[in-house]
Nanobody, 125 residues
Framework: QLQLVESGGGLVQPGGSLRLSCEAS????????IGWFRQAPGKEHEGVSC????????EYADSVKGRFTISKDNAKNTVYLQMNNLKPKDADVYYC??????????????????WGQGTQVTVSS
């Protein structure tokens, strides 16, 4: 079964940047889409970005478009989320998860979706 480990979070001032990593084990990322989500305490997962299995297509939430960039390195079995011009509203725990296609709702609701431990992003001055 595919497992994912998120890393790269931390504390940054508004306008700063972070790069999150999602490293896969137990399977390959060559044939699955990977989505990035964020979750505030007591709330549902919010879709942030997604990249197709081939890496040819990407999707972004309106709230992050133009500031975040998703990419993947199949050789390293890792998906990245470059976050620039961070805002306080971006502060959350970030998770990555896989799906057959880039559909945040389907990935979130699937009973067999594997969620990693998440990585905390804090944006504060």
């Amino acid at each position: 079964q595919l497992q994912l480990v998120e890393s790269g979070g931390g504390l940054v001032q508004p306008g700063g940047s972070l790069r999150l990593s999602c490293e896969a084990s137990g399977s390959t990322l060559d044939y699955v889409a990977i989505g990035w989500f964020r979750q505030a305490p007591g709330k549902e997962h919010e879709g942030v970005s997604c990249i197709s299995s081939s890496g040819a297509s990407t999707e972004y939430a309106d709230s992050v478009k133009g500031r975040f960039t998703i990419s993947k390195d199949n050789a390293k079995n890792t998906v990245y989320l470059q976050m620039n011009n961070l805002k306080p509203k971006d502060a959350d725990v970030y998770y990555c998860a896989e799906g057959e296609v880039c559909n945040w709702s389907v990935i979130d609701k699937a009973p067999d979706t594997y969620w990693g431990q998440g990585t905390q992003v804090t944006v504060s001055s």
